[in-house]
């Protein structure tokens, strides 16, 4: 069965990139869209995804808020931040950010093989 995922940007290229890569891996099925972190919520309330592709940096709510909700309404969701500021992201003042992997936007390449690391197909 198909993994379930939403993705989380307000950037609507970075969103639409990411969706495209979905598309094209069979065990992977996108199942929404979100361009910001309150629609994140909504969404992932609505579709209870494996997976969720988010942004930390968005309008209305940021990933961050929006993680911690997202974790406590969908507990099983694994939940990657796909962000610029990966670097801060991975620092001490966020150890406690309710995710399961940061990946920097630089290294985008790579999304796939972390994703596969923590929800296998």
Excluded: W
């Excluded at 890569?21 to 069979?26: L, N, Y």
């Excluded at 099925?29 to 995804?49: K, M, S, V, Y």
């Excluded at 992997?101 to 290294?107: E, M, P």
Aim: with cysteine; net charge negative; proline share 7%.
């Amino acid at each position: 069965m198909a993994k379930k995922i939403i993705v989380a940007d307000d950037n609507a290229i970075i969103r639409k990139m990411l969706c495209r890569m979905f598309e094209a891996q069979p065990d992977y099925d996108l199942c929404a869209e979100a361009e910001n972190g309150q629609q994140a919520i909504a969404l992932a309330i609505e579709h209870r995804p494996d997976l969720l592709i988010l942004d930390l940096e968005m309008p209305v709510m940021n990933g961050i808020d929006a993680a911690r909700e997202i974790k406590q309404a969908v507990p099983g969701v694994t939940i990657i931040p796909f962000t610029q500021y990966a670097d801060i992201a991975t620092g001490p003042a966020f150890r406690n950010l309710p995710v399961d992997r940061v990946v920097s936007k630089n290294d985008g390449i790579s999304l796939i093989g972390h994703i596969r690391s923590l929800i296998p197909a």
